[in-house]
Structure formats: structure tokens, C-alpha cells
């Protein structure tokens, strides 16, 4: 059964995090990596809930391709908090690895570590054919998933095929999404599920909708839990704030231009500097996101969380400074939700 602990003393909801490991301009992924393992122990000692890597692969500007390998160096520099994928695209993946992969961080870090799976390649084309994968593994998404909770379950008579280490650790499971796709699946599954409205926006209301609505409860979880990622470049000063943002708008200029690269440093007044058309497309993207001072950015997740009912707020810092960085999560964690 999946469990979800929330504070019920204080008007707090549950804050997590999503760390992109931002290679930065002039910087390495030696550098990326422990720059996450400090981030993780400070939100650990600020009581966020979980932190979450992602894996992206042939992307110059993050250092979390190999995600449980990264993951296990957070476990060991963390004590108490949640550690897990946000997520493991399954396609990439035969369900026995990704069971024996996370079956082992439990077996290291037992009630501690989440496996959220999502359809997507998480890369391009080129890398896909690299990591021996076609578009069309995607297709077996469903029974990949069902497979994937066979291993992690409790083994049966007669099975000749176990995780080990991951038979019986029943790690819990998500599911991801950015569409109507997942969110279903989640539902029909009986699944938590998440979506990563931090990069894309457009479904986020009718994905939370049909998830619930469709939510079918299971062994695994007894009644519906949503989590959504939202952006967040809190700092001291609003202009502060907005200059932080900058390192990420640029970054997703160039993704879309086809030029992706380390995380750029940011800059002042970036509507005066750069091409307007790309940077609507780039602030489309990053729609949900909390920009400014504490008082701004708790009122943005208030506001956020009361439009779309989310069990659980998952926050992401794209940010090119890692003092910056955070301190827009110190900033975050403060925030109370009446």
C-alpha cells in the first residue's frame, strides 16, 4: 500500500523537489552532483518531504542521466528524506532492471525511495537509437508498468523470474505525465501520479480531472494522490528573482532552437535582449512557475494549489547560481496553505 504522510498540526501542505542537476556554463557534472547531494540535505534538514532526479540523456546541461546510480549518492549524503526517480522513462528500460535498480536503493534505504515512470524517451531520436530503443517501446508502456509491480510485489508461487534485489520491497510507484495518457493509466492502475506542469503546462487541469474522476482504487492506493511541479525563482528582491528566472528562459530558447547546452548564466531585463516570439514560446513553457519574493512566490503555490486541488506541490529550481538556488528553497518552504 502506498503511504502519505502530511502534517495535520499546521496549515502545511507537502513540498517536495525535483532537481534537474543543472550542469551550469563552465561547470562539470563532478561539480553538478555535489552541488545536488548539498541541495538534498539542506531541503532534508527544511523538512521537504522528497527529493526527486530525473533522467535525460545526451543533455549537456544535466548531470542525472544514470538516475539511480545519482540517487544512490544522495541516499548515503541524506538520513530521512524521500529519495526517487521523477522519473525513469520505462521505455528506456526492461522492467527487471528498473526493479532490480530500485529494489537495491530500497534494500540500502529501506521506506525512503519512490519509482516514478514516465512513457517518454527523454531524449531524441539519435540518443534513442544510441540506447538500443525504437519510438514504438512506448507502445508496451501499460504492460511494462503492470510487469515492473509484479517484480517489486511480494513473489508467487512459482515464479521463475525475481528482482533481487527489489522482489517483495514493494517500492512505491508513479506515474508521470505531461497528457491525458498517463493520468489515465494512473487512474486505471490505482496509482499516485504527478505531472510536470513545470515544463508542460497545457494539460495540467484536464490530466488532474480525468485522473480523479477515472481513479480506481487498488492495493496499492486506497484513494486518489496528485502531485504537479511547479517552477520556483524566489529570492530577496523581485528583480533578484527575475534574473534567476533568466538562466532557465535562455536555456529553453536554445532547447527549442535546437541548440541545447549548459545552463547559462543570467542576466538583467531579459525582454530588452532577446527575440520576443522565442521568449513568449519559453515563457509558455515555464508558465507555472513562482517568481519573487517570499511573499509573491508562497502566494503563487497558495493560489496554485487551490486551483488545482493537488495533494502534493513538487518544486524545481533550474537556477545557474547554487547559493541562489538554495535560497529559493528556503524561501519556498515557508510557505502555508489556509
Known amino acids: 500500500m502506498f503511504h502519505q504522510e502530511v502534517d495535520t498540526g499546521a496549515v502545511v501542505a507537502v513540498l517536495s523537489v525535483l532537481d534537474l542537476a543543472p550542469i551550469t556554463e563552465g561547470s562539470n557534472a563532478r561539480e553538478s552532483l555535489l552541488n545536488s547531494a548539498d541541495l538534498a540535505q539542506h531541503c532534508e534538514a527544511w523538512g521537504y518531504h522528497r527529493y526527486w532526479m530525473a533522467e535525460h540523456h545526451n543533455m549537456t546541461g544535466i548531470a542525472s542521466a544514470a538516475t539511480a546510480v545519482a540517487l544512490a549518492y544522495i541516499g548515503a549524503q541524506t538520513k530521512s528524506i524521500r529519495i526517487g526517480a521523477g522519473g525513469i522513462m520505462l521505455p528506456n528500460h526492461a522492467p527487471l532492471i528498473a526493479a532490480e535498480q530500485f529494489g537495491t536503493l530500497a534494500a540500502l534505504y529501506p521506506e525512503r525511495v519512490d519509482l516514478g515512470l514516465g512513457r517518454a ?12 530503443r525504437s519510438y514504438d517501446s512506448a507502445d508496451n508502456f501499460p504492460a511494462d508498468v503492470q510487469e515492473l509491480l509484479g517484480y517489486l510485489a511480494d513473489p508467487q508461487p512459482g515464479q521463475k523470474i525475481k528482482a533481487v534485489p527489489g522482489s517483495g520491497s514493494k517500492v512505491p510507484v508513479w506515474l508521470l505525465g505531461s497528457s491525458l495518457f498517463g493520468a489515465q493509466l494512473a487512474a486505471q492502475l490505482g496509482l499516485p501520479y504527478a505531472f510536470a506542469s513545470h515544463f508542460a503546462p497545457d494539460y495540467l487541469h484536464v490530466a488532474i480531472e480525468a485522473y480523479i474522476n477515472n ?5 496499492y492506493l486506497a484513494v486518489p ?6 517552477n520556483v525563482f524566489a529570492a530577496d528582491s523581485e528583480v533578484e528573482a527575475k534574473r534567476l528566472k533568466s538562466s532557465m528562459q535562455l536555456q529553453f530558447m536554445a ?3 535546437g541548440n541545447p547546452g549548459p545552463l547559462p548564466a543570467p542576466i538583467d531585463n531579459i525582454e530588452d535582449k532577446v527575440d520576443p516570439m522565442a521568449l513568449a514560446a519559453a515563457n509558455h513553457a515555464l508558465k507555472y512557475s513562482a517568481t519573487g519574493t517570499a511573499e509573491q512566490v508562497h502566494q503563487y503555490l497558495r493560489d496554485f494549489k487551490k486551483a488545482t486541488g493537488v495533494n502534493e506541490l513538487i518544486l524545481t529550481c533550474h537556477a545557474y547560481d547554487h547559493s541562489a538556488r538554495l535560497r529559493s528553497f528556503e524561501i519556498a518552504k515557508d510557505c502555508r496553505f489556509d
Do not use: E, I
Open 121 to 132: 524517451p527523454g531524449t531524441d531520436g539519435a540518443t534513442l537509437r544510441a540506447l538500443r
Open 215 to 219: 481513479f480506481k482504487p487498488s492495493a
Open 225 to 230: 494522490y496528485v502531485a504537479a511541479a511547479v
Open 255 to 257: 532547447l527549442r532552437q
